[in-house]
């Protein structure tokens, strides 16, 4: 049973930074593209960062190309988020999302296992 635990959301002023964690267990994480994804209130879940297996192919969604930085460590089966320049725009639940062998992760019809989410709340 693959399992996903986000950790490391919360609140932060506009400026700030935060960086999100995600644990992968039960799953051979080096065959898996990883991903972020996240849902605003009243909003559909949307794309945000996703990484390959082995660290490359990593595309990011327009609003936050150039203050995200996705990453991945397979050694601890553990995948990153860094978020610098946070705007309020960027609240939300934020989700880690895995798709396994050896395929990319494009959208959110592919994401084959999901994690609880955690929330991310910047003030202005």
């Known amino acids: 049973q693959v399992q996903l635990v986000e950790s490391g959301g919360g609140l932060a002023q506009a400026g700030a930074s935060l960086r999100l964690s995600c644990a992968a267990s039960g799953c051979a994480f080096g065959s898996y593209s990883m991903g972020w994804f996240r849902q605003a209130p009243g909003k559909e879940r949307e794309f945000v960062a996703r990484?390959?297996?082995?660290?490359?192919?990593?595309s990011y969604a327009a609003s936050v190309s150039g203050r995200f930085t996705i990453s991945r460590d397979n050694n601890k089966n553990m995948v990153y988020l860094q978020m610098n320049n946070l705007k309020p725009e960027d609240t939300a639940v934020y989700y880690c999302?895995?798709?396994?062998?050896?395929?990319?992760?494009?959208?959110?019809?592919?994401?084959?296992?999901w994690g609880q989410g955690t929330q991310v709340t910047v003030s202005s």
């Open positions: 990484i390959g297996w082995s660290g490359g192919s990593v």
């Open positions: 999302a895995a798709r396994g062998n050896y395929r990319l992760l494009f959208v959110a019809a592919q994401v084959e296992y």
